[in-house]
Each structure stands twice: as structure tokens, then as C-alpha cells.
């Protein structure tokens, strides 16, 4: 390679759809995590962190002939020629994990994992390929009480950071009951509805991205867009089609309407009560055993849960719970948020989904070839923070630290002393570091900063031994609203002896409401 | 690609050179990170988070004309043709960040990140290619009281994870002593000397993985090394070279003895005092305009430290801190940890840097092209970790949960509501939800967890009212050590009322020090 003698400038850009999360972005979703973890530690789960590189043999994509497999993932061959990728999720490396130290590990394992997963879309507004998610998980736990955990815990998590009772919900459903349902549709063998008899292949369970899923999983999906399209929706997706609202035909899947009307009333078997709703499963999956396990199964997760007081109003069983993804073998639930707020053009709309999980008893076999049940949930980390902003419940501007502005330059010292003295007194302080010389720019920090308090000592005060002490917040209300009045009473600015500096800034952030 | 009727089973392994970490491992560095969040905090430092993924170009490496860059970091080509590469350090992604939002970001700013960074290395034992870095930095603040600032903070940081005043040193020099004294020596004008008289070029200052490092760098990388290789070390490395204990020979750089002698009395030019050890300095580099400025710079700072109570017993003049970094512009800074652990082979050795940084006036310029003075620095955490346990300050065993066993399937609600409560108690506490069926197991599983406390209620208890409660910290106790008659005094099993449980429970784990 050539030097350049004179390197061209790299353009400073963040990589297309990822971003860059500042101040309050940061603390914010970190104290959501800190609580949400808490909760987890206290059921019993233990944390671990995997590395956000795993071998994609371990993630279980399926190489194509071409140089480097980007279906969904980055990936990148090593020196070795094993190819290696970013996890997409914290389900495929516990899965690795529960495997890889089986001998190890206590069981049931009970793990929460929370960080960064990486999907290789094409990035769009609002769709970025770098986002947080946060886990827990039972592995080696056979039963319908540990799905009930994860349910519990769920709901338990939404309180512990701020989501009121009322403005969630958890639906439950049972793949088995779906499963149920489409073994008696698949009975009439009509059309392409006989391919329904194939069970998911393991080969398939970690391609549900790829385009060549089975019948079942395209049913799968399409019932999952209940909660958009509505019952006709649906019925016209798995029928002929649909015209959408933009208006694209949307293909079909071509059943026929005796395949679809079980369906769709499955689909629709919500009562008024879980009893209600679970007779109506009941007479909706007659016949089949995997449907009556799975309804059985529904009728002593909700009877558990009620036992410890999550009744209805916070977990309640929906039969119109899919969850898309092909791997789930039992429970499968959901939480939504059920307050309303303003999409962009200003209407009101529910927040919908925030996180969703299930029973997934095949992806630990996957390596070992031996039976590991496992049932977990993922929180939408980036979604729920939305929800508690749009709540009000975070995104208070993070308190700005005291400014000890600079009058003198050789009296940094000085000015060194007094920021030392008032963190020492735990309070967030700064002496100002940029050139000193123009002293309006020094107060335009502290608003860019949202400085609480500036100090400032000339050399007279110096000599005199007092700071002033400027009061910020009150100084913008005043600049804004206050009357003379008000004005004269609370002085924005005050002269205090030099020993009395934090003190008198602590009385002053008390007084704020720091 | 043909579809695979019976897929092979993929390998449950960790990538090489990438690591698990499991529950106390995640929890310590976590609390660890957060204390130090806390001091960075109180000094007016905001969190920044970047992606993990930056442009090739804003990391500064250079592509050379193969299919793919490798040479220290992990990328891969975008489709649409740019590359991209996860981040090996947080200073590249922060100067790309500083450069990007100069005109929304307060000046200075300064900003920590904590997070993990990856380093494309031939995978070694104990070396790894993803661990956390936990940086702070200035950007925007040219003067001494900003990287004293830094040097204060780290001592803060380190006291408040547990290192104790007088386990830790931080020893500070000045690149421009160090290149005043290069200087001199280039003034010589010897055999390969000459080349000292060039100046870093900007397009070196981010190729310091690379080979093709100019002499100068190549001094620097040598001095680094007056740790390992003692004064008679680093005078053969300047020089002819040096056979190592391994019996290896290690080419030297061919210097001259009239250029070696400057850089080695430079080197040991530490006296007993900051103000003898200044004195020494400044008649080294009698002669250099940069070197007198370095030199005054370094009494500055420590002048401003000692004024704010951080005297040379925690922040010392030291001119065998070099950092191998060619990109530092001015103080440079490194923080040891002065205690002795025993190494591998049972032998006392100096802990040794757990972190090290210093002014760096040239990394934002590298994408504006206008001057942005910057100071940081960047703790390794995972060593910084390693010596908290080394000194007992971290590593305890994460406190278990109380197991509330199983001994009736049937009565799964019951147990279930026994963990409800005291988890509303804000006890840790699981159900066992392994298959019940042995009740040894249970007991082995509790055993693994670390469970201070098992609840048991078979039907008998239960028809009762009661339940058991045994204390397995006692019972482990009395297993190893105790005698008869402790045993007698303090059962290690005992019954309670069912109402009695949440009371009980705490009452223990309270006498167990929880």
C-alpha cells in the first residue's frame, strides 16, 4: 500500500442504522435495567453475560454458497476459515451455553442476560441494527409453574419500573392448543392444507427468518397480524388475500374456507372470563390430544397464576397470542401496554407490545440431541423506555452539576479547592475548563448543561473571602415570568463567606428539589 | 443451498478467544462499574454510548489492497460497499463523536463510556479479543487543570472501589519532556538518530498497531518496557539488543551510546521529591522549547494537585511512565497498584497498571482539521477487578435464594405462594422446579445455589399448618466442624407456623449475616 503523504479526512459519521445515545439516554435506560434486574434477582435468577461474538454454527444459520452469509447477521470468516457472527438475540447463545456447561450448571438454570443484539436489515428510519434487549429464562424446567414465573415476573418487572396495574396486560396462549387447531384443519386435507401434518423440523426452528418456512409457520404469521388486520383481515390472508391500506395486494395463503373457519375461531375464542375462553378452546381443538394438552396446560398456568394473585386483569389467557417465531412448543405470552398515546400524525393509539416470550423445548436439543425444556421472556428494552417517557415516568432532564466558574486563571487552584469541597459533600460540581476569558460563554456552559448553580469569585471577593453564588433555576424563572416581587424577596444571585460555599449551594439544591 | 433431511449437530462452544461470564462475575463488575460511574458522575462527567460498530474510516485504520482488513479489528464489508468494523478502543469512537456533534455538544465536554471493545488477536490463554474498557474524558479543555482533573478523578474511582491510599500510585510525566529530550538526542544528528527528528505524522497516529512506526515511536515502545527490563534492559534495547530470559535474542534499535545515555538519565530522573525530580528533568532538557514546557506543564499539574490535597504519596511525577500510545500529545498518566499478589508460580510480584491515559491534541483534528485539545483516560476493568479479589474486596459469593422445595406436585400453588411472600419481603427466594420426584436432588440443587435457607411442607406439615425450615449455612457448618453440642443449641432444622414463614426466613438469614 501506498502512504498518503497528506491523509484525506475520514468523514466523522455514525455507521448507517446505528446510533449514538447521550446523557440521560444512557442513565435512564440503565436505571430501567438496574430495576428490572433487581426483580430478576430477587426470583431467583442469576445473570450471564455471553460475548456478542458466537460461532454461526452456534446461532444455527445455515450457510448459502456465496462468499459470506448476511441473511440477518454480520458475520465474518476467521483466520481459522470458521465463520463467526454478532448474536442476533440472548436466546441462541443461552441455548449455546445451556449445552456447553450442562455438567456445570445448576438445573433448572435460571438466567436473566441483558445487552446489545445486532440485525443485518437495511437500515430505515426508526429501524436500527444495534438495540437492547433483557432476558430471563428457566432451562431444565419441564413445568407450566415455570412458565407461570416467567409470567409473574414479567408483570412483576412492569410495576418495578413504573408501569401502573391497568396499563398492562400479559396474554397467554399455548402453541399446543394452536397446534391443536390446525391438526384438525390439516384432517379435512384439503389443498395446500395437507402440508399443515408437517410438524416444524429442528432444521427449521432457527430459520425463521429465511423464506422457505413451512405452510404452518406462514399460518403462524399470518394469525399473528390479528391484532392489525382484524378478523376479516385475517380471514382474507389465509384465504385468497388481501388489498392493504395502501393498496398492495397482498397474496394469501390459499386455504379453503372449511381450513379457515377453525381458525379464525380459534382465533376469536376469547370470553369473558379465562373460563369462558378456555371452554371455547376446548370445543375448538376436540379431537386432537396436542390441543387438549395444551388447553389443560392454559387452564393450570392461569389457575397458579391467580393462586398468587395475577388474576386477569394483569395476566389473562388470549387465544390470539402466536408469537411469530417457529420455535415455540407451549405457553407463549405477551405483554402489552393498554394506555393510549399520539402517533405521529397525532391520533391516539394503543402502545402495544413491549415484550413476549415462551416455552421453547427444542433449541438446547439442537446441540446435544438430548430433551432440555426451557421457557423464557425478552423485554424490548428500547420500546418499554419509550413507553415509561411517554408516561412521564422517565426523561427528566438529569440534573446538571454546579458551576465554579473561572474569573482568574492563576487562581485555578482556588476554584479546584471549591469543586473538591462540594463533591466531597456529594455534590455533582465542575470548575469550568474551557478558555476563561469571555465570561458570558462560561454561563452559556452552565445553561447547556443545566447548571443547578454557577459560583463565581473575582479577585475582590477573593480578597474579601466570599463567593456569589448564583442561583440558575430561579434565574431562568425570573428571566421568564417572575414579577418585581418576587424578584426582590428571592435574590438570584447572593453573596456568601467563602467557608459557607457548600452550605449555601446544598441549601439552594434542596430548596430546587435536587 | 440443498436442504439437509437430518442437520448435523452444531458444536456448543465459546468462539475462541471470547469468554462466559456467570452470576458473581457479571454482579461485582457491575457494582464496580457503577462506583465509578458515581465518581465520574460527581465530577460532572455524562455517559456516552456508541454502537459497537464504527466506520473503518473513523477508526483510522487503513485498508490495505485485500479482500478484507484484519490487521487488529474485526470488520467486514458493507452492502453497500463501505467497511465497517466493531470498535477496538472507546477514544476512536469518541473523537468521531466529538467531531460529529461539535456544534450540538457543550465545550468542553467531557463524557465516560463503560463497555467491552474488540481486538482481532491470535486468541491466547488469558488473552482475550472482547473486554470492557471504562474510559473519561475532556474534549475541548486545553489546559493542565484538565488532565490534573483526570488524574484526581482516577483517584477517586480507585478509592471508591476499594483500593486503599497507599495501594495505588498514579505517576505522571509529559510526552514533551520525553520528545525534548528526543529532540536533544536528534540534535546529535547519529546513524539512525536522525529519524527522532521527525515528528509523528497524523497518519501514524492511529497505525501504532502497525509495523511500519517510525523510530521515534519505536523509543517509546522501548521505554515502556524500563518496568520489565530494569535501566540495563532498556539500554541494550536502544542499543545492540538484548537476549531475554527466554533465551531469545531481541534486536535493539541501534542507537548510539551518546543518543542512549540522554533517554536513560531521563528515565531515572526520578528523585525523592516532585521538586527534585523536576530539577532533573529540567537540566534534561536544557536546550528544547518543548521539553521546558513539558517540564513546567508537569509543575503545574502536580502544583494543582497538592493544592487539592492529592499529594505525591497518590499522584507522582514519574518520567518512566511513557504510555506506548503515539498519539499522546502531553501529560500521560498511569495508575498502579502497588500491593503484592503472588503470580502463578507462588511468587510475590507488584500488582502492577490497572490504568493509564493523557492528552491526545490530535484525534478530533484528524476529522475537522481544526484544533480540538483532549484528555482521557481508560481503566481496565478486568484487571482492576482481578485485584479487588486479590485483596478480598470483591468476589464474595453471591448470597443464594431461598428454596422452598417440593414435595407435592399437586400442591404447586402452595409453594408458589410461600416464594410470593417472601419475595414481597424482599427475600430472594424459588421454587424448586426441577422434576420433585427426588427429594435428594432438591437439596443438591439447593446446595449448588448457594441457598442459605430450604422451606419444606409434605402433606403432614401442611395439614398442620406448619412448615419446616432448615438453615443450610448452620447445617454446612455443623456438617464440617461442630460439636454435639451446638447442634443441640442451634438445630439446623426447625418447625414454624405457616404464618411464620417470612419472619422466620428473615430472622436467619439476618443471624447468617445476609
Known amino acids: 500500500m501506498a502512504k498518503d503523504t497528506k491523509p484525506r479526512r475520514p468523514r466523522a459519521e455514525t455507521p448507517k442504522g446505528f446510533r449514538d445515545y447521550f446523557g440521560a439516554d444512557v442513565t435512564e435506560r440503565k436505571a430501567m435495567l438496574d430495576r428490572i434486574a433487581a426483580v430478576y434477582h430477587r426470583y431467583g435468577f442469576d445473570p450471564l453475560e455471553t460475548s456478542a461474538v458466537e460461532t454461526l454454527d452456534a446461532l444455527g444459520k445455515y450457510l448459502p454458497d456465496v462468499d459470506r452469509p448476511n441473511a440477518g447477521v454480520f458475520g465474518w470468516q476467521e483466520e481459522d476459515g470458521d465463520w463467526v457472527a454478532l448474536r ?25 442476560a441483558m445487552g446489545p443484539v445486532w440485525r443485518n436489515e437495511k437500515p430505515g ?38 408501569i401502573e396495574r391497568g396499563d398492562y396486560i400479559v396474554r397467554v396462549n399455548n402453541r399446543k392448543v394452536l397446534d391443536g387447531v390446525l391438526d384438525a384443519v390439516a384432517a379435512t386435507g384439503l389443498n395446500k392444507g395437507e402440508r399443515l401434518l408437517e ?31 382484524g378478523e376479516v383481515g385475517v380471514r382474507e390472508l389465509l384465504g385468497r388475500g388481501r388489498l392493504d391500506a395502501s393498496g398492495a395486494f397482498i397474496d394469501g395463503l390459499g386455504l379453503a374456507s372449511e381450513q379457515i373457519e377453525p381458525i379464525v375461531a380459534f382465533l376469536t375464542s376469547k370470553g369473558a372470563t379465562n373460563t369462558d375462553t378456555l371452554a371455547n378452546l376446548r370445543s375448538a381443538v376436540r379431537g386432537s390430544q396436542t390441543g387438549e394438552e395444551g388447553v389443560d396446560e392454559l387452564g393450570l398456568l392461569a389457575a397458579q397464576l391467580a393462586a398468587q394473585g395475577y388474576g386477569p386483569d394483569r395476566i389473562v389467557i388470549d387465544p390470539s397470542v402466536v408469537r411469530g417465531l417457529g420455535y415455540y412448543t ?4 405477551e405483554a402489552e401496554l393498554t394506555f393510549e398515546i399520539l402517533d405521529e400524525k397525532g391520533r391516539p393509539r394503543q402502545f402495544g407490545s413491549v415484550a413476549g416470550g415462551g416455552r421453547y423445548d427444542g433449541l438446547v436439543e439442537r446441540f446435544t440431541g438430548q430433551k432440555m425444556p426451557a421457557t423464557g421472556v425478552s423485554i424490548g428494552v428500547d420500546r418499554l423506555l419509550a413507553a415509561l417517557r411517554a408516561k412521564g415516568r422517565a426523561g427528566q432532564t438529569m440534573q446538571g452539576p454546579v458551576i465554579v466558574t473561572v474569573m482568574d486563571r492563576d487562581r485555578m487552584a482556588d476554584y479546584q479547592a471549591m469543586v473538591g469541597e462540594l463533591r466531597a459533600a456529594g455534590v455533582r460540581a465542575e470548575v469550568y475548563l474551557g ?17 443547578p448553580v454557577a459560583v463565581i469569585q473575582g479577585g475582590d471577593e477573593a480578597a474579601r473571602d466570599v463567593v456569589q453564588i448564583k442561583d440558575l433555576v430561579l434565574g431562568a424563572k425570573i428571566a421568564e415570568s417572575a414579577s418585581l416581587e418576587e424578584w426582590k424577596s428571592q435574590p438570584a444571585q447572593f453573596e456568601a463567606p467563602r467557608a459557607e460555599l457548600v452550605a449555601q449551594v446544598k441549601r439552594l439544591l434542596a430548596r430546587n428539589g435536587d
Open 435 to 451: 478558555n476563561p476569558k469571555n465570561f458570558g460563554n462560561q454561563l452559556k456552559y452552565a445553561d447547556r448543561r443545566g447548571s
Open 88 to 112: 442476533y438475540d440472548l436466546t441462541a447463545p443461552l441455548a449455546r451455553v445451556a449445552a456447553q456447561y450442562r455438567n456445570e450448571l445448576p438445573t433448572p438454570y435460571r438466567r436473566y
Open 330 to 333: 407451549g405457553p407463549v405470552f
Open 125 to 162: 428510519p426508526g429501524r436500527f441494527r444495534q438495540f437492547y434487549q433483557c432476558d430471563a429464562d428457566t432451562v431444565g424446567a419441564a413445568s407450566v409453574a415455570a412458565d407461570g414465573e416467567i409470567c409473574a415476573m414479567l408483570a412483576d418487572a412492569l410495576e418495578a419500573v413504573g
Open 199 to 229: 410438524k416444524p423440523s429442528m432444521a427449521n426452528v432457527l430459520r425463521y427468518t429465511a423464506e422457505d418456512s413451512d405452510l404452518r409457520d406462514d399460518v403462524l404469521r399470518t394469525i399473528d397480524k390479528f391484532d392489525k388486520v
